[in-house]
């Protein structure tokens, strides 16, 4: 930690705010002395510290954590546009520090922090399904790789922009994701074909259900199938999250007006 101190002097001069990513309270009271000021980031807000943004599921790289991080500040009005900022964040836990001194305008907005906080759904609902897509991502179906779709939020306008292809297992049931019980049957219904919808609060509203907006002007990266298209095009046409367990390389996408928005490796977590 004193080769940290001795670091700080030279790289704080003239940053408009130090970020700090998950420090522990011991690793935070280092920085008390330091005049700019401190952004903590992380999942939880356990030191009581203001400013604080949230960090709704564990970017497992350093970019991801950063860009979060930044447009969080931006959107929370911490830092503005062409600030500069410290970025300080452990690599292993307790073993290795990142200082990164980068302008919040180095990152183009992604719409990952946008996503999260101000979605029309809670944003412990759309961590929940991240969570889903990425358990089944790493396990699959039986040991063989499976794709899904996950539509989050403003579940009546999706139902009426999409129709059923079997038999809703779901139309009579109030369960809610993230209930252990629960994910175990989204998993087991992955293997069929059709979207999941699932309302702002969590309810998941119907199964097997077939997206039908156009996608003329949806713009996907090449490689990416029906699937991904679909996910583009009803969040274009509506306030909904789309999230995307790719069957072929095994990814997690997010969506989100239509945009490509987040890209996961499950296997990373």
């Keep these: 930690?004193?080769?940290?101190?001795?670091?700080?002097?030279?790289?704080?001069?003239?940053?408009?705010?130090?970020?700090?990513?998950?420090?522990?309270?011991?690793?935070?009271?280092?920085?008390?002395?330091?005049?700019?000021?401190?952004?903590?980031?992380?999942?939880?807000?356990?030191?009581?510290?203001?400013?604080?943004?949230?960090?709704?599921?564990?970017?497992?790289?350093?970019?991801?954590?950063?860009?979060?991080?930044?447009?969080?500040?931006?959107?929370q009005g911490i830092v503005d546009e062409g600030d500069e900022v410290l970025c300080v964040t452990e690599v292993l836990d307790g073993a290795e520090n990142t200082l990164v001194r980068v302008q919040t305008n180095d990152f183009s907005p992604s719409g990952v922090y946008d996503m999260f906080v101000n979605s029309r759904a809670d944003a412990s609902v759309v961590r929940d399904v991240f969570e889903v897509a990425i358990e089944l991502g790493k396990k699959g179906q039986k040991g063989k790789p499976v794709g899904a779709l996950f539509v989050v939020g403003d579940a009546g306008k999706v139902m009426n922009k999409s129709r059923p292809l079997s038999y809703n297992p779901f139309e009579k049931s109030h369960v809610h994701v993230g209930d252990p019980i629960v994910n175990v049957m989204l998993k087991e219904f992955s293997r069929l074909d059709g979207a999941f919808v699932i309302s702002d609060a969590g309810k998941i509203v119907s199964a097997y259900r077939y997206l039908e907006p156009s996608a003329e002007g949806v713009d996907i990266p090449?490689?990416?199938?029906?699937r991904h298209m679909a996910a583009g095009a009803i969040t274009r046409d509506t306030t909904a999250t789309a999230i995307v367990l790719?069957?072929?390389?095994?990814?997690?996408?997010?969506?989100?007006?239509?945009?490509?928005?987040?890209?996961?490796?499950?296997?990373?977590?």
């Design 1 to 75: 930690m004193n080769e940290l101190r001795d670091l700080l002097g030279d790289l704080v001069a003239d940053v408009d705010a130090v970020f700090l990513f998950s420090p522990n309270a011991s690793f935070f009271e280092e920085f008390d002395d330091i005049d700019e000021e401190i952004v903590v980031v992380g999942p939880e807000n356990t030191l009581d510290a203001e400013p604080f943004v949230e960090l709704p599921i564990d970017f497992t790289d350093l970019e991801g954590r950063l860009r979060f991080g930044i447009e969080g500040a931006l959107e």
């Design 222 to 226: 090449k490689g990416l199938g029906a």
């Design 246 to 269: 790719s069957e072929s390389d095994g990814l997690v996408r997010a969506f989100k007006g239509g945009e490509l928005v987040l890209e996961i490796d499950p296997e990373e977590y």
